[in-house]
């Protein structure tokens, strides 16, 4: 019979493993506050395919998001994934790359070495948060809440030669309605800040 010494010695010895256990498997496990926000955009949106850490493409490359890195304000520019999906959509060669130089600009929107038709939309000012891109023509709408991105774009960059036109809904979540003219983006031209017209773009074309 072990005595009240003893006993006391092992209730705590059974106590302190307990707590041990307990705070090892309530250990907060890190959140990937990155993925959470490519699932929310997948799980919003139809046909999109997550293709690296931090980009979906939606059919093919014909648009891709790419989102911040942690703890960046600005998007990279496209992994290599990205950019094999957009020389294919370009007619280009699977091989072609972005000049090195191109990971240090200020607007990382795909350059001309992807062909002469890029255009992206940022979430943020001064070409920072996600970034939204496409290479084509478009003579009818594109429903920016396709791919997550309706009353978000607040700064844009058209490195292509087509000229983009960007509307807003007279009839609220009414894709049909896209018909009043907030902006347009002339070929090789970008704007760092829209002011009145920040988060208010619902669809565009682009010719």
């Not at 992807?114 to 594109?142: E, I, K, M």
Request: glycine share 8%; charged share 20%; net charge neutral.
């Amino acid at each position: 019979m072990l005595s009240r010494k003893a006993r006391s010695v092992c209730v705590a010895t059974v106590v302190a493993a307990t707590v041990l256990g307990s705070t090892q498997a309530g250990a907060a496990v890190p959140v990937d506050t990155l993925q959470q926000e490519i699932d929310e955009v997948l799980a919003g949106t139809e046909g999109g395919v997550q293709i690296s850490r931090n980009e979906i493409a939606w059919h093919g490359g014909q648009a891709i998001m790419t989102f911040t890195l942690p703890g960046e304000a600005r998007t990279r520019v496209s992994s290599p994934a990205a950019q094999k999906l957009q020389a294919r959509v370009a007619g280009l060669p699977e091989g072609t790359r972005e000049a090195e130089s191109a990971a240090m600009a200020v607007d990382p929107c795909p350059t001309e070495v992807f062909g002469n038709d890029w255009y992206c939309f940022y979430d943020g000012t001064s070409f920072t948060g996600r970034r939204l891109q496409w290479n084509a023509t478009h003579t009818w709408f594109v429903d920016f809440a396709k791919h997550d991105f309706i009353n978000k774009t607040s700064s844009w960059s058209n490195k292509g030669g087509l000229n983009v036109r960007v509307y807003s809904r007279t009839r609220a979540g009414d894709s049909n309605s896209c018909a009043e003219l907030r902006w347009v983006e002339p070929a090789h031209t970008r704007a760092a800040s829209l002011g009145a017209l920040n988060n208010i773009a619902d669809c565009f074309t682009a010719s």
